[in-house]
């Protein structure tokens, strides 16, 4: 009889094996699959990296670094040569100050807006047009400050600047940047706690004191990511400050000004005649490490500050 239950268990038991066989083989190509592409991901980056390390070296050995981050010129393309990074610095944050003074005050108080105040139905509309404004590509709105913002409002403002201003730059960068602030900013507001929120109102306060007082406090990790994010963005647009900031590597801080930014110098050598090889050639490389490492230094600060404010609920 045992013999007899022992046979009739066995196919069971085999296609169980089987099944779990079978799991084990799919668990083991999907880890697989995930760790070629982490491993792709690094590879990536450290070629990129090499990359610019190669050429950058190739140019710093023809041009002294001191005179690079020192000399007030930038005329690489123009004789006497002058390859002084100032000028191109100063345009890069001309352009993402005023971005940021323009885009995180409004990001915030849209996601204060969305998260505490707005009914279902208004959300519901006002999501998806950030969405949409999101998804502009960069140069519909370079060339929508170079034909609107500039000639209609920046020159009716100011008469008599040149129609390739940082101004009309910065609006559009801030337009592009505003999505990105008050997305991640009312995600972060949203994940607050409903009971943090009914504790200040059983204390008596009023909606915009548990917005400023609680909410914010409290989504602050988010917050301050998103502000961070939106800033590394807009120092590193190209075609918006390619198409209405101009070409002009002036050092200034005056946004009414014609400036270049490093992006745009890149765009411009790049499509240019500039020998490959050449010292010309080769600032493109100098100029997109100086970028590169201004970028990675705001995202350690970020994640520094993320790890500074994080706040866990449970």
Sequence with gaps: MRELEQTLKTPTLTRRHRRASVRRVGEAAIHLLLFLCAIISIVTTLAIILTLLEETTGFFRKVSIVDFFTDHRW??????????VLPLLSGTMVVSFFAAVIALPVGLMTAIFLAEYAPGWVREIVKPVLEILA??????????????????????????????????????????????????????????????????????????????????PAALSGIVASFILAVSRAVGETMIVALA????????????????????????????????????????????????????????????????????YE
């Design 245 to 312: 900031a101009g070409a002009t590597p002036n050092l200034t801080w005056n946004p009414l000004h014609s400036i270049q930014t490093m992006t745009a110098y890149i765009v411009q050598v790049s499509l240019g005649d500039t020998p490959q090889g050449s010292i010309e050639f080769r600032t493109i490389f100098a100029v997109g490490t100086t970028l590169f490492v201004m970028t990675l230094v705001m995202n350690v600060i970020s994640q520094i500050l993320l790890e500074r404010f994080r706040e866990v």
């Design 75 to 84: 005329t690489p393309l123009f004789q006497p040569q002058h390859f002084g």
């Design 135 to 216: 998804g502009i590509p960069t140069v519909v709105l370079g060339f929508f400050a170079l034909t609107f913002l500039s000639p209609r409002v920046i020159q009716a403002l100011f008469p008599g600047t040149s129609v390739f201003n940082a101004a009309s730059a910065s609006i559009a960068v801030a337009i592009m940047i505003i999505p990105l602030v008050s997305s991640l900013s009312e995600d972060a507001m949203s994940a607050v706690p409903r009971s943090l929120r009914e504790g200040a109102y059983a204390l008596g306060a009023t909606r915009f004191e548990v917005a400023r007082k609680v909410v914010v």
